[in-house]
């Protein structure tokens, strides 16, 4: 073995050891993120731009990924409503092609500037939604 392919493997050792994994949450891509009044199969069956808070009574942010086959990792989606985080949801994203969402309650009153973030592990906003509720 030559000298570098000995550092080579020493160092992705020791990431492994320190808990590293070659799939990182910055190689997650969101391919859909929607929020929606129902998840059915695992799916969105709408996307949300405006919508009366009486008509409902929870609204889903619905979120797929694309990442490396091996992804073992969490991403927060945040409620916020005018600016104001109102909810916060740890959710896990595992494997090559996942989906998750959060389910926020609909109260009446609350209307306004609504948005959605999906962040990773590191705070980095990968992906947001927005909407108004009358």
């Known amino acids: ?17 320190a808990g590293w994994s070659q799939s990182w949450a910055g190689d997650l891509k969101i391919t859909e993120m929607a929020v929606t009044t129902k998840i059915v199969k695992g799916n969105p069956i709408d996307s949300v731009r405006r919508i009366s808070s009486t008509s409902v009574k929870a609204l889903y942010c619905f979120t797929r990924f694309s990442a490396p086959e091996d992804t073992d990792t969490t991403i927060k989606q945040i409620w916020y409503l005018n600016d104001e985080a109102v909810a916060e949801y740890e959710l896990p994203v595992k494997g090559a092609h996942w989906r998750t969402y959060s389910r926020k309650v609909v109260e009446k009153g609350l209307s306004g500037d609504w948005r959605c973030d999906a962040v990773d592990s590191e705070g980095k906003v990968l992906k947001s939604v ?3 509720m009358n």
């Open 130 to 132: 927005s909407f108004r």
């Open 1 to 17: 073995m030559s000298r570098t392919t000995i550092v080579s493997t020493a160092t992705a050792v020791l990431l492994t050891l």
